[in-house]
């Protein structure tokens, strides 16, 4: 499942979880979760959950309805090591929204 589509996984948790698994079974699309840990150039991580699709265009749906990152896990793991981490170009910025997900307020501090 080459294609995937990367979103912060307080993204994916609770109602959010619900929202997301609604939107794949009213498509009838198929997908797969995997998790990479990110990391800033200052140093600071975050676990993210990689949602994987076998065809491109269910993948894009899925980014056009959620946003999120598409992720090449032969160019964004280590070395393609599919235990590798995702190092993160720029500035960390927590994203506490995205799309129609927000972050549970319990996860929130």
Request: aromatic share 10%; net charge positive; hydrophobic share 40%.
């Amino acid at each position: 499942m080459p294609h995937q589509v990367a979103l912060p996984d307080d993204l994916c948790t609770d109602r959010n979880y619900t929202l997301i698994m609604r939107f794949l079974r009213e498509r009838a699309l198929t997908c797969r979760t995997r998790a990479v840990i990110a990391i800033w150039e200052c140093g600071k991580q975050e676990q993210w959950r990689l949602h994987c699709f076998a065809d491109r265009t269910a993948a894009a749906s899925f980014l056009d309805h959620f946003g999120g990152i598409m992720f090449d896990p032969k160019r964004d793991r280590e070395n393609g090591r599919a235990r590798g981490v995702w190092h993160r170009k720029g500035a960390y910025e927590r994203i506490l929204e995205l799309g129609p997900l927000s972050v549970p307020d319990a996860l929130r501090s």
